[in-house]
């Protein structure tokens, strides 16, 4: 009888990456599928064997994938969409590959933002964020009569190999209702809103069949991802989980389930969860330590409790005593048996292993735990439980002094950053003047045509600019000759830009790896790290900075290069900056004040150079604010709490400058709609969005709501290879015009063109002026 431990999953991209490599390699075919799958099969083994060994009792099975475990499931339960001209039968890699990334590949964007290329050959489905992480799952297509059937047996593969293995798993399936809820339904109906739930009878039996094999098999628990216990619900969707639930235990009654949901409270959804006949639920304490008060006043008896206690997506060291103190009284009460410990999540989102990072900051470092760190947290909390924590007393102390020393390092605390996120008023977020007097004053400065033409910031990073990037990283070429190489790029870009004839100018972002990285490693309170990996979608990877500490800007980050850019023209040059928001959602942040703090904090330091682009001369400057959407929570109740902080944050970024200073924001990806408001507080003169793809239907939220600022609405889908021609451009501008008034309107692409090829951007911008030309001729 003691306390036991569970991973949930454990990161699947193995360590250097090798996944990545294996699946590139056999896209591009250098490695048959015979190849990729056994270094797979390798990296399974290393991922058991690992989590065995540092002392997990419930090792996850299936977890692994060789793109996404939402495409897992549609493909074990043969959700596979007529385009791809499947008859039934085992789904086999290239079907799962095309499924994934369409037959010509995917084209990757922003941080893991990729679409389908869309020239010839099949879509990939549609990819979208995993609830608030910044993964991506393929979104199964369904259509209304969809039929299921058993068509893939990883799971009891992967459970019979690891058990060859001398490993016993607990394998992690999908849950029904979650699947169905992430589906989308393809209807002959255009408007078809038929719902994927109303599939749940025909999709159980498929389930059923799982766990029966799975019981032959030999398994015993089961873990059942649940996660939309963490969204709102409606009352018959929790009688559809019930429902589903009762006709699971039903069928493999041998077979010991335990539900997991995370990334939320149950909240409302907690007496359902509680009351269903599984054997075990998930808790997420990070997130949601109200939980468990809630779950052991309701939980039965015999139910066992899996406490989340470790942050499973962040990076930070635990506080292990804390946590003795909160779980110790439940083991207590319950047994140990009924306590299995885990972390909040999936290990998916956390970096694989903090002690490769021989070049980390040591200090920074001693707060630091990635996937292996958590799990020696848990098997320490498990040993202090089971054995009394005098058994472990050297791990609690040194986990302790760490925790004590965030608490007051000054490498974290910084009294004058916090001084001045406090001193910030209403005023501090607020231009001096409203949008209609601004824009007179704008105007007057900037002296634009009508339908005035622009880019959203960066140009083709081609394989010269990321060399030579590489190389001056790598101490190969000279800071020197590296900022030549750039300078060149730069004027190169701008000449063509005038030559074209495009009206505002930027200077290309040649100097940027990454849109975040690049502000991260100008400001204080942030590191990076060398290996720390987590996954984005199949074969992508990202490496988030860490935010450790207060934020604060010790000198310019852009200035000299938007100087130098102006400095080759008399055409404005748009400062160009990442805006407060984006850049703390797509790092792993500190947990040790709210998150909306944190971003005050960089929006000030956001502020210092809008204010320093300002006084060098710049007479436009950009925000961008691409993941302003992403960053809501799941529930609805706790958007205006979000909004307002993430609102503000970009007000007091924009608010320094004068009036006749113009700011423009841009935000790709999004859906506008429940958003416009926000949008319209941001109080921005110019906003530029993506909308090409959606024939300008992105358009309509903003003419609902009567935007009074301009909008550059997308007219070139960047995604795609293809250079659009101006005529296409010119209808897109003239659907835009029905919507809103012309006088509002730019012209500029989607989004940034730094995945693009310089053979597609020139023709394509070249037509971009001439379809503005031809508009402006009709006006
Ligand atoms: N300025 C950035 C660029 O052009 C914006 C990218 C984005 O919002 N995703 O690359
Ligand atoms: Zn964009």
């Known amino acids: 009888m003691t306390v036991t431990v569970a991973a949930l999953g454990f990161p699947r991209i193995g360590p250097q990456r090798r996944l990545k490599t294996a699946l590139e390699a056999h896209w591009a075919g250098r490695l048959d599928a015979e190849g990729l799958q056994t270094e797979a099969a390798t990296l399974r083994a290393l991922a058991w064997r690992r989590q065995a060994h540092l002392g997990v009792d419930h090792v996850p099975s299936n977890d692994f994938s060789l793109y996404d475990h939402v495409l897992d499931t549609a493909a074990m339960v043969g959700a596979v969409p007529a385009a791809y001209g499947w008859t039934g039968g085992p789904v086999d890699l290239p079907l799962y590959f095309a499924m994934a990334r369409g037959t010509q590949g995917r084209q990757a964007c922003d941080h893991g933002c990729a679409h389908e290329t869309s020239a010839t050959g099949l879509p990939a489905l549609e990819m979208t964020k995993w609830f608030d992480t910044n993964y991506h799952y393929l979104a199964p297509e369904l259509s209304p009569g969809q039929a299921f059937a058993l068509t893939s047996t990883k799971v009891v593969d992967d459970f019979l190999e690891a058990k060859a293995q001398g490993i016993f798993t607990r394998p992690v399936i999908l849950g029904p209702v979650t699947f169905l809820k992430l589906a989308k339904s393809k209807d002959s109906n255009p408007n078809g809103d038929s719902q994927p739930l109303s599939l749940l009878s025909s999709l159980l039996p498929v389930y059923a069949e799982v766990l029966r094999r799975l019981a032959q098999a030999g398994a015993d628990w089961v873990q059942i991802d649940e996660p939309c216990l963490a969204l709102d619900l409606t ?20 077979i010991r389930i335990l539900l997991a949901s995370y990334f939320g409270t149950y909240g409302d959804n907690l007496a359902t969860a509680a009351n269903l006949p599984v054997d075990g639920l998930h808790l997420d304490l990070v997130r949601a330590p109200q939980d468990l008060d809630a779950a052991v006043a309701l939980a039965r008896d015999s139910l066992v409790l899996e406490l989340g206690v470790v942050d499973g997506r962040n990076v930070w060291r635990a506080d292990l005593t804390a946590i003795l103190d909160r779980v110790e009284p439940i083991v207590a009460a319950r047994g140990p048996d009924r306590v299995i410990l885990a972390p909040s999540c999936s290990l998916l989102h956390a970096p694989l292993d903090l002690a490769i990072e021989t070049d980390l900051d040591p200090e920074v470092s001693q707060w630091l735990a990635f996937a292996v760190q958590k799990l020696e947290e848990l098997a320490i909390l498990a040993k202090a439980l089971n054995q009394g924590r005098a058994a472990v007393r050297a791990e609690l102390d040194a986990a302790g002094a760490a925790v004590a020393w965030r608490k007051t390092s000054p490498r974290i605390h910084d009294p004058a950053v916090q001084a001045r996120a406090a001193a910030v008023t209403a005023d501090d977020a607020i231009r001096a003047t409203p949008f209609e007097q601004r824009i007179v004053l704008q105007q007057t400065r900037l002296n634009l045509p009508p339908l005035p033409t622009t880019t959203i910031g960066s140009f083709p990073q081609t394989a010269a600019v990321r060399q030579t990037r590489a190389a001056h990283a790598k101490g190969q070429l000279a800071d020197a000759d590296y900022a030549d190489f750039l300078r060149a790029e730069t004027a190169r870009a701008v000449a063509w830009q005038q030559e074209i004839g495009l009206d505002v100018l930027v200077h290309g972002e ?16 942030f590191v990076f790290t060398r290996h720390a990996w ?10 988030p900075p860490i935010l450790y500490g207060d934020v604060s800007r010790p000198a310019p980050m852009t200035v000299e290069w938007w100087a130098y850019a102006q400095s080759l023209t008399a055409r404005p040059m748009k400062g160009m900056l990442t805006g407060p928001v984006t850049i703390l959602q797509w790092s792993f942040v500190r947990d040790d004040i709210p998150r909306g703090e944190t971003c005050r904090q960089i929006a000030l330091a956001v502020r210092d150079e809008v204010v320093d682009l300002e006084a060098a001369g710049a007479a436009i400057i950009q925000i961008d604010e691409a993941a302003l959407r992403e960053g809501l929570p799941l529930r609805r109740g706790d958007w205006d709490a979000y909004l307002a902080w993430a609102v503000e944050a970009f007000r007091i970024a924009a608010s320094g400058v004068r009036d006749e200073t113009q700011i423009h924001t841009h935000m790709c990806y999004s859906e506008f709609n429940d958003i416009i408001a926000a949008i319209g507080a941001m109080d921005a003169d110019v906003i530029s969005i993506e909308t090409a793809r959606s024939k300008m239907e992105l358009l309509d939220a903003f003419e609902a709501y009567a935007y009074p600022a301009q909008i550059g609405p997308g007219v070139y889908d960047i995604h795609a290879p293809r250079s659009p021609a101006s005529g296409e451009m010119l209808d897109l501008l003239a659907k835009a015009g029905q919507r809103l008034s012309p006088a509002q309107l730019w012209v500029n692409p989607d989004c940034g063109l730094k995945t693009r090829k310089w053979e597609e951007v020139e023709p394509a911008l070249a037509n971009m002026v001439a379809a503005a030309k031809a508009a402006r001729e009709q006006l």
């Open 510 to 525: 040649f100097e940027r790896n990454d849109m975040v990285q690049y502000f991260g490693e100008r400001l204080n309170g």
């Open 534 to 543: 987590v996954q984005s979608y199949g074969s992508r990877c990202v490496r």
């Open 235 to 254: 009352d018959f969707e929790r009688a559809e989980i019930r429902r589903a639930y009762g006709a699971l235990t039903h069928a493999a009654p041998r």
